[in-house]
């Protein structure tokens, strides 16, 4: 998932781009107090038994182009 700063946040998947919408780039109903968690509940009660390949937060939004080169670089 990339969230750019206009709002539009797009869904990739194997490096392609299937789904984008303009959900708002409002963030100050944020709660602050939410954890990041990847592949289960913050109570730990759900595994998720699938893999990561890559994971990371960048501090911008990527490029469709740069998420592609992501994929093609592999696991």
């Known amino acids: 998932l990339v969230h750019a700063s ?3 946040s ?4 194997n490096g392609t781009s299937v789904a984008s919408h303009n959900q708002g780039s409002n963030v100050s109903g944020w709660d602050t107090s939410f954890p990041l968690v990847l592949a ?3 109570s730990g009660d759900r595994p998720w038994l699938g893999t990561f390949h890559l994971v990371a937060v960048y501090d911008r939004a990527l490029s469709s182009t740069e998420v592609q080169q992501n994929f093609n670089a592999g696991a």
């Open 6 to 8: 206009d709002g539009t």
């Open 40 to 42: 289960n509940e913050p």
């Open 10 to 13: 797009t869904i990739y998947v």
